[in-house]
């Protein structure tokens, strides 16, 4: 069945950039989206990237697709304390239609 | 727009009891989703809806698990009897498309059964 992996944690340091990688075993050819939560909240939709293009820019955040490797990145140049927060990518399954979420990459951000 | 509305925020009820969830989704929006999150399986689907109407319910699981949609702004998750197991956060979200366009969730419903 389709697949989406994600790293479990990520520690930064304060103004360093960071990167946070998801890879999928399928996708359809619709949007890809990287949400955010916060403790205590809903998910929030944080960028999204169509699956035709390579790369989408969006302030601080810069979203990567390979679809030749089927992997997606999302990176956060400045990270500050208040983006501390698990991040999920999510992929549309082009078997099934449903938006398949991945495990979630808690960001850390140490001042 | 008030976004996805859900009640309670918290429950806590004991082992056997009937619990409901509520969720009021986002006006004009044609799906209604609900998620169960944990620590250990994450974040999964339970059912979801097109137009108040079923179409997916392969992820509830249990008989114990029943949801509904009597009308375009309000749907329930009914969990009868709860158990110990069944405790998490229960996230519904709404949006215009099945995944064209970005789910938007609700801030939750902590579920703790004793």
């Known amino acids: 069945g389709e697949d989406v992996e994600q790293s479990l944690f990520l520690s930064v340091r304060e103004g360093d950039s960071s990167v946070i990688n998801c890879t999928y075993t399928d996708s359809s050819s619709t949007y890809l989206y990287w949400y955010k939560q916060e403790p205590g909240a809903g998910l929030q939709l944080l960028t999204y990237?169509?699956?035709?293009?390579d790369m989408k820019q969006d302030q601080r955040l810069t979203v990567l697709l390979n679809k030749k490797d089927k992997h997606l990145s999302l990176r956060i140049a400045d990270t500050q304390t208040g983006d501390s927060a698990i991040y999920f990518c999510a992929v549309p399954s082009s078997n099934t239609g449903k938006l398949i979420f991945g495990q979630g990459t808690t960001l850390q951000v140490k001042p | 727009d008030a976004g996805v509305i859900q009640s309670p925020r918290h429950e806590v009820t004991e082992m056997g009891q009937e619990v409901t969830l509520r969720c009021k989704p986002i006006?004009?929006?044609?799906?209604l989703f609900w998620y169960r999150q944990t620590m250990m399986r994450g974040l999964e689907l339970l059912i979801y809806?097109?137009?108040?109407?079923?179409?997916?319910d392969s992820g509830m699981p249990e008989d114990r698990f029943s949801a509904k949609m009597p009308n375009a702004s309000f749907s329930t998750l009914k969990i009868q009897p709860s158990e110990p197991r069944d405790s998490a956060v229960y996230f519904c979200a709404s949006s215009w498309d099945r995944v064209r366009t970005p789910l938007h969730f609700g801030n939750g419903t902590r579920l703790t059964v004793t």
């Open positions: 990237i169509f699956s035709n293009m």
């Open positions: 809806f097109n137009n108040n109407v079923p179409i997916d």
């Open positions: 006006s004009g929006h044609d799906y």
